[in-house]
């Protein structure tokens, strides 16, 4: 079990009801058996790397617009003849 569950398992939860294709209940039942855990707990942890993918792609969104706007930057200063910094 992933050390943050533990963390996860302690934290109150309340009641949702989601309604599933019947091939997604049959997979999520059959995955908390094999696993020896229950639907909660698996739907918490698919949950969870959704939201650490979604970050993720965010941040690197992020990042890649940071890294346009510094070349452009760079673009713009050796454009006016700015001297370069040695690396």
């Given amino acids: 079990m992933d050390p ?3 963390v ?3 934290t ?3 009641p949702v009801q989601v309604r599933l294709p019947e091939a997604a209940d049959t997979f999520l039942s059959g995955l ?3 696993l020896g855990t229950t639907k909660t707990q698996i739907v918490i942890e698919a949950l969870e790397c959704l939201r650490q993918q979604r970050l993720e ?3 690197e969104a992020g ?3 940071l ?3 510094q070349a452009q ?3 713009a200063g050796l454009a006016a003849g700015l001297p370069a910094i040695p690396a």
Avoid: F, K, L, N
């Fill in 73 to 75: 930057i760079v673009e």
């Fill in 4 to 6: 943050g569950a533990a």
């Fill in 8 to 10: 996860v398992s302690r």
């Fill in 12 to 14: 109150p939860t309340r």
């Fill in 63 to 65: 990042y890649r617009e």
């Fill in 32 to 34: 908390a058996h094999e």
């Fill in 67 to 69: 890294a346009d706007g």
């Fill in 57 to 59: 792609r965010q941040m």
